[in-house]
């Protein structure tokens, strides 16, 4: 499984972006595709995942009801539309996949770097 995660950039708080994950090799229905981000001197934090077929979505308190994970079949795409951004989203988002026998985030993509300004 490879993936590519795009989409990142500077932003005010209060702002909006969407990410996106490009997902290619062998993935099936029961995989889970996550977010995941770090930020400078702290551990990776989970932000979201959503299973291949597009349901069983997940977040953290810290973003819920902000951050919105979807799929979209055609493209091959997991999205990540992030609202009412504040200072502390400010971290490297990276995705990650999951194969449905595993307990393990085996697959990972590049990171893109977002940045919230007050």
């Known amino acids: 499984v490879q993936l590519q995660a795009s989409g990142g950039g500077s932003v005010q708080a209060g702002g909006s972006l969407r990410l996106s994950c490009v997902v290619s090799g062998r993935i099936f229905s029961s995989d889970t595709v996550g977010w995941f981000r770090q930020a400078p001197g702290q551990e990776r934090e989970f932000v979201s995942s959503?299973?291949?077929?597009?349901?069983?979505?997940r977040y953290p308190d810290s973003v819920k009801g902000r951050f919105t994970i979807s799929r979209d079949n055609a493209k091959n795409t997991v999205y990540l539309q992030m609202n009412t951004l504040k200072p502390e989203d400010t971290a490297v988002y990276s995705c990650?996949?999951?194969?449905?026998?595993?307990?393990?985030?085996?697959?990972w993509g590049q990171g893109t770097q977002v940045t919230v300004s007050s």
């Open positions: 959503i299973f291949w077929s597009g349901y069983g979505t």
């Open positions: 990650a996949a999951r194969k449905f026998y595993s307990s393990n985030w085996d697959y």
